[in-house]
């Protein structure tokens, strides 16, 4: 559905005075510093990790 | 929830002393290191359900961790006008749990009943803006009682020429040992508990892990923006975890067995849409599979709402659905014909919801009226999975620029 999305929509080339809404703190693309434990939790109550920025396996007794 | 605040109020108090002396620094002085952010985040972790895999896929799951994390970011520029980062990021857990009291429960305290859990890390990076590459390195640590890591990390990002894409490649691998504490049935004579003051002798298993991230990130337009990545790992070594009991069909008992490898593939999908002046649209959806004959699929949704300009509110909801690993089955399930076995409900098949709210403040003087507390972040989350296992947590996060 994203792709299809990103197809319709297209890149246009945002020049660095036009992003102050990409560069709005909210839209970093990466997980919030208040989700870091909540990321680790998940390594321990759930099989699947990584690709999320959070570890993907070792560094810690975890799935 | 007292604990979360009085202990980062302590800290904020310490770092807002070592900043009232960085200001008095001459100006002349610019080329050295300045801290550029610090982070200080508390957290309350408690869960609950009755399919612990220290007991065979029965019992208690009762888990309580608190936890504090301290991160510090410093940066400098150098004499070739490269922007250097480093970053030291100190964690510490203090957890209590009911189920792996049960690992020893003949004895008064067992080996891992509660545990202090510490891991920092040190990363330093150098960002070029004539290139627009990003390399850097990263070392880490983590303790507790039955288990010690090395980690080594390398990653190198480069932009566009008009910084609207990046590829970013990162390499880890982690050097882990476990100590192999077995439950008291299953133990061969002269083999040690692994508690403080028993000198009978006990293993270290290694573990290996090797990951390797590609990413990357697009801007689409001046709302939209999105992050592809994939990250392949691989795990050698003791991969079971040494205290999970398996009872079989036929009554008997062993501990956890599983494969000495492990492929995993995760790919991700992240696109963050600014609706408006006001909210923000934040969707993240995961696949992944494993050799293991796992298959996961993790969607997330927050949408952060801006009340007025320093007020922002974050509804999120997460979903996530797996399928149970090849080697798993129920207490009294398995046989004792079978390779490997597992009775661990972590890997088991389940959806799980996580579902919350965050609060954010950030006042233009500064938190109190003082200009270096940027901002605050209050954090509650319900999470709950269909094997009728419970949890909740609070966040708290300070944000010092």
């Known amino acids: ?63 | 929830m007292k604990k979360i605040c009085i202990s980062v109020g302590v800290l904020l108090s310490l770092f807002r002393a070592g900043y009232g002396q960085s200001t008095t620094q001459p100006a002349y002085e610019k080329r050295k290191l300045k801290v550029e952010e610090i982070n200080l985040v508390s957290s309350y972790y408690q869960q609950d359900g009755n399919n612990s895999a220290v007991t065979g896929g029965i019992g208690t799951e009762k888990l309580t961790d608190f936890a504090q994390s301290f991160d510090l970011v410093l940066k400098t520029t150098d004499q070739r006008n490269r922007q250097h980062t480093i970053a030291f990021d100190f964690n510490i857990d203090h957890y209590t749990s009911a189920s792996s009291d049960n690992i020893d429960p003949l004895t008064v305290s067992s080996a891992s009943r509660s545990d202090t859990h510490i891991y920092p890390s040190l990363s330093w990076s150098v960002h070029n803006d004539n290139n627009r590459t990003t390399k850097g390195l990263a070392f880490s640590y983590s303790t507790e009682y039955d288990y010690k890591s090395y980690g080594f990390n390398l990653n190198f990002a480069k932009a566009s020429a008009d910084n609207n894409r990046e590829v970013s490649l990162k390499a880890g691998a982690f050097f882990d040992t476990w100590k192999a504490i077995l439950p008291p049935e299953l133990r061969p004579d002269g083999y040690g508990s692994g508690a403080h003051g028993d000198r009978d002798p006990i293993d270290y298993k290694p573990r290996n892990s090797y990951n390797l991230s590609v990413s990357l990130s697009q801007v689409i337009n001046k709302r939209m923006q999105l992050l592809f990545t994939v990250e392949p790992s691989f795990q050698q070594g003791l991969l079971s975890t040494p205290f999970h009991r398996i009872y079989f069909q036929d009554g008997g008992e062993t501990v956890e067995k599983l494969p000495g490898t492990r492929l995993k593939l995760p790919v991700s999908f992240r696109l963050h849409y600014f609706m408006g002046d006001r909210v923000v649209v934040r969707t993240f959806y995961r696949y992944y599979i494993d050799d293991w004959g796992m298959q996961a699929h993790t969607a997330n949704l927050e949408v952060p709402v801006k009340l007025t300009s320093f007020i922002s509110v974050s509804p999120f909801y997460r979903f996530s659905h797996q399928t149970a690993v090849r080697y798993f089955a129920p207490y009294e399930q398995h046989k004792q014909t079978e390779k490997y076995y597992t009775s661990d409900y972590d890997i088991s098949g389940f959806n799980s919801q996580f579902v919350g709210i965050g609060f954010r403040t950030a006042p233009p003087g500064g938190l109190f009226g003082i200009g270096h507390w940027q901002s605050v972040e209050l954090r509650f989350g319900h999470y709950t999975r269909t094997t009728g296992m419970v949890a909740n947590s609070v966040t708290l996060l300070a944000k010092i620029k």
């Open chain 1, 1 to 63: 559905m994203c792709i299809s999305l990103l197809s319709l929509t297209g890149c246009t080339t945002v020049k660095e005075y036009q992003k102050s809404r990409i560069n709005d703190a909210e839209m970093e693309l990466s997980a919030r510093k208040s989700e870091k434990f909540e990321q680790n939790f998940y390594l321990y109550r759930e099989g699947a990790a990584g690709a999320n920025g959070g570890k993907s396996g070792g560094g810690c007794g975890c799935n």
